[in-house]
């Protein structure tokens, strides 16, 4: 069973930075899952933020190009999502997903808060 766990939110003020990570575990073939940031707002649908295929084939949701990058380091089993200029809409909490064939995995999310 896969396991991803995710770290790095918390609090910024607007115009800041956060990096998140995910770490997966769980005898998991790492470099051949499409890994993809997520956020929930309250009381909003999910929406994906993010995503990395491969190495280094990226995507992005419209809101978030040119603030937000993603990477993932395959030795550490780990996806990041590099945060900048942070606005109070990027409020949310922040899922990990891990998905390749029919198989798709989720963390429990992490709390961002962008406020003054």
């Known amino acids: 069973q896969v396991q991803l766990v995710e770290s790095g939110g918390g609090l910024v003020q607007p115009g800041g930075s956060l990096t998140l990570s995910c770490a997966a575990s769980?005898?998991?073939?790492?470099?051949?899952?499409?890994m993809g940031w997520y956020r929930q707002a309250p009381g909003k649908q999910r929406e994906l933020v993010a995503a990395?295929?491969?190495?280094?084939?990226?995507t992005y949701e419209d809101s978030v190009k040119g603030r937000f990058t993603i990477s993932r380091d395959n030795a550490k089993n780990t996806v990041y999502l590099r945060m900048n200029s942070l606005k109070p809409e990027d409020t949310a909490v922040y899922y990990c997903?891990?998905?390749?064939?029919?198989?798709?995995?989720w963390g429990q999310g992490t709390q961002v808060t962008v406020s003054s």
């Open positions: 769980g005898g998991i073939f790492f470099s051949i899952y499409t």
């Open positions: 990395i295929i491969g190495s280094s084939t990226t």
């Open positions: 997903n891990a998905g390749v064939g029919g198989a798709n995995y």
